[in-house]
């Protein structure tokens, strides 16, 4: 059953921030939440994982509302590389399978 | 570090026939996942393995498959007789023991079953 509910796509301008949201409204105290791309034909990539702080890396920044009920993450310059399937997982701690919903298709436009 | 390696990269053969997907994980990781992937499932977790164990294979559609890890660097999937609803991208996936620790996926290997 899927834990996360995404929107299943969203366009973004090239070069302007991309926000793509995330509902986990059931998220346990003990389960964090990732996010993983998949661009078209490859397997799926890690970008960033976050508990109830916000956390920001070289390619994006997690947002995570204080209840932990909700996340965005940003994609803060987008290129047309990052067109791709974003996927919102939420996993307790540990190396627990991830479980992967639909995903949002972001679409970068030029 | 070459990444988690997967052979073939493209595989396609008869209804029937026995079919092996391969893969490397990455030296050091101590788990090993593989999923599937079609248009109408999506990805989908078919077993993984801690230190060659496998922990997990509730995932597995059918008696047809079958997984195993000899070693710690290299793991198969089975398929036998393959039929053409196993047509699908099956992706390998590695980590390390940690409590954060991102999983690395392979290219996946394209089976088409005609």
């Known amino acids: 059953d899927a834990k996360t509910t995404q929107p299943p796509s969203m366009d973004c301008a090239e070069g302007r921030a991309a926000n793509l949201p995330c509902n986990h409204s059931t998220i346990s105290g003990n389960e964090y939440v990732y996010w993983y791309r998949q661009i078209h034909s490859q397997g799926p990539q890690y970008i960033i994982h976050g508990l109830k702080n916000n956390e920001t890396n070289e390619m994006a920044s997690l947002i995570i509302t204080e209840d932990r009920k909700s996340s965005t993450l940003i994609l803060p310059h987008a290129t047309l590389r990052d067109t791709a399937v974003y996927y919102c997982i939420v996993r307790v701690a540990g190396n627990t399978p991830l479980v992967f919903g639909k995903g949002t298709r972001l679409s970068v436009i030029a | 570090d070459a990444g988690v390696i997967q052979s073939p990269r493209h595989e396609v053969t008869e209804m029937g026939q026995e079919v092996t997907l391969r893969c490397k994980p990455i030296?050091?990781?101590?788990?090993l996942f593989w999923y599937r992937q079609t248009m109408m499932r999506g990805l989908e977790l078919l077993i993984y393995?801690?230190?060659?164990?496998?922990?997990?294979d509730s995932g597995m559609p059918e008696d047809r498959f079958s997984a195993k890890m000899p070693n710690a660097s290299f793991s198969t999937l089975k398929i036998q007789p393959s039929e053409p609803r196993d047509s699908a991208v099956y992706f390998c996936a590695s980590s390390s023991q940690g409590s954060y620790t991102e999983a690395f996926f392979g290219q996946g290997t394209r089976l088409t079953v005609v």
């Open positions: 030296s050091g990781h101590d788990y």
């Open positions: 393995f801690n230190n060659n164990v496998p922990i997990d």
